[in-house]
Structure formats: C-alpha cells, structure tokens
C-alpha cells in the first residue's frame, strides 16, 4: 500500500513559512492546515500574522478562525480536529501541509499526547510546599534521582513541570520519561509518509524581520484590533496570545505605546528562541536555509516530486 504524504513546514516566527508552504501547496495539490496556537480566534487578524484573505482564497486553509476568543483551544483539540481534516484532505486527492509554530502542538500530534493520570491536589500541595521550604533545585534533584531523562528535558526553573513529573512518578510507580514513550502519534501511523522541514535563518536577520512585523503590526492598527477584542469575555488561552499583555499594559496607561511596541518586539524574539530550542530537539526534522526558489525545488527533491 502506497503511504499517503503529510508535509510539515515550520519554523520560528516571523522566518516565512507561508510563502513557502503556499507555493508548495500550488505546485503539489496541497492544503493548508495552521499550527498555531493563536490563527484559530477570529478578530486577531494582525495580532496572529494570519496568512491574509487573498492567500486564503488561492489555497484552502484550515483551523484558522474557527473559534470565538471567549473560547479554550487546547492541544487535544488541535489533535483531534487535525486528524479529521488529515482523512478529508486526503479523500479529496490532495496533501495536508501542516504549518506553522506552536511547538507543543506539532509534536502532539506527531508523538502523541501524553495525558498521563489526573491530577492529584494532595500531593501537588505537599510538592510545592517543599519547592516553597528548600526552592526548586530541591525538587529538581529529587527528580534527577528518580528519572534522569525527564531531568534532561525539563530546566531546573520549571517548577511546573517538575512537580508534574515527581507527582506521575508518586501515583503510578514509574518515571513520566517511561510513560511519555507509550504515546502514539502519526509518526507511529504505517500508512503515513510524514516530512518534517524547518526552516531557518541567521539569527540577526530574523531579529530583523520580527522586528520589521512588528512595526507592521502596528501600523495597520494592532492596538485598535486588541480594544476590539477586549471589550468582549475573553478566554485564559486567548488572553495568553503574544501582544496582548503588551498592548494592554499600554492602555492601562502604565508604559507608553513606544515601549509597549518595543516590549512585544523583544518578546517575539524571545519566543522565536524557544520555538528553535524546542524544533532543534527532534532529530527528524530537515532544517532548509531561508531561500524560497532554492527551498521549493529542494523540498519537491526530497517529497519525489518532479520539479522540472
């Protein structure tokens, strides 16, 4: 049985996945579904670089605008919706081409998620009360004793996850590291051939463009766009979006629009860092230069597709 392609092509922000993932999709009969955490709310058009309504309408996209911002969207909705679309695309004839950024969600859904058992207050109570007493590191040794992998993975700040992995470990006997590789993913999927690009640039000219999209985002009216929004109930999740707290701080009144501009830059750039921290660690990932003419015929190399 011939397996059926899925095409991935992600990156940092602001690195041109969409340029490349439409010409992609136009030369291989592709659609479009969005791996971003933030293109599923509608109203935050310029806050999420949303490929625009003209790209829109020369190639099908999906999981873009399909929620309210009052809504929760979460990983195993991005899962269970991006699997459904993955059997319609391919029933059609076409390949689905995954694109986007929201690291979390893109290993999701080629991993697997792992959910592990419910939590259990007692015990988290008692983990934090110790990080409170003797602070992280403690908790973090502690950690690194029962299951040095998890430890690898995890920085020795993150107390989050940390008392989430010394918690699994306390309810179930066994390291999360142990638990985490029973997931199953499309990656485990026979009948799929998956292809993982990422693409990349020197790290100057993406600070660059970051901040370039900045600037644009708030010439074409970004602060007008989050007013909107947030005149209505807005959920946890959309309230997490990068630039909200940005913009809000500003028309609070408690920094001016300079430096709530100057802050959402820098935090962009800090964000495209921990996208490329998080892309680096998978060991299947083809990692393409920026250059979209040279990248195109490249990726097509490498799908078996003529590009002649």
């Known amino acids: ?103 979390l969600y893109i290993d999701s859904l080629l991993n697997g998620l792992f959910e592990g058992p ?21 908790l973090y040794r502690r950690l690194k004793n029962i299951d040095p992998q998890a430890a690898k993975k995890i920085h020795s700040h993150d107390l989050r996850r940390i008392v989430r992995a010394l918690e699994v470990y306390q309810i179930t006997k066994k390291p999360i590291s142990k638990l985490q590789k029973q997931r199953r993913g499309i990656l485990q999927d026979k009948c799929f051939k998956i292809y993982l690009f990422a693409l990349n640039m020197p790290r100057e000219r993406l600070y660059k463009n970051i901040d370039k999209r900045v600037d644009g985002m708030f010439e074409r009216g970004v602060v007008r766009e989050v007013i909107k929004i947030l005149k209505k109930r807005c959920s946890k999740t959309f309230r997490q979006a990068l630039g909200i707290k940005e913009i809000n701080s500003y028309l609070r009144g408690t920094i001016v629009l300079e430096r709530a501009q100057q802050l959402l830059k820098q935090n962009t750039r800090r964000y495209a860092k921990r996208q490329m921290t998080w892309f680096r660690r998978n060991i299947r990932i083809q990692w393409l230069e920026k250059n979209i003419s040279v990248n195109l015929k490249d990726i097509l190399k490498r799908i078996g597709y003529n590009f002649n």
């Open 118 to 138: 419910a939590k259990n207050p007692a015990i988290r109570k008692k983990l934090y009360k110790k990080a409170k007493l003797y602070g992280s590191n403690y």
């Open 1 to 103: 049985m011939q397996k059926k392609k899925v095409i991935f092509i992600i990156g940092p922000t602001a690195v041109g996945k969409t340029k490349h993932a439409l010409r992609l999709a136009k030369k291989v009969g592709g659609e479009v579904i969005s791996c971003d955490s933030m293109q599923v709310y509608k109203g935050i058009d310029i806050l999420s670089c949303k490929p625009s309504k003209t790209e829109r309408s020369r190639i099908k996209h999906h999981l873009i605008d399909i929620i309210s911002p009052s809504q929760d969207f979460n990983v195993s909705k991005f899962i269970k919706l991006s699997k459904q679309l993955t059997e319609e695309i391919h029933k059609r004839g076409k390949i689905p081409i995954f694109v986007g950024g929201t690291g």
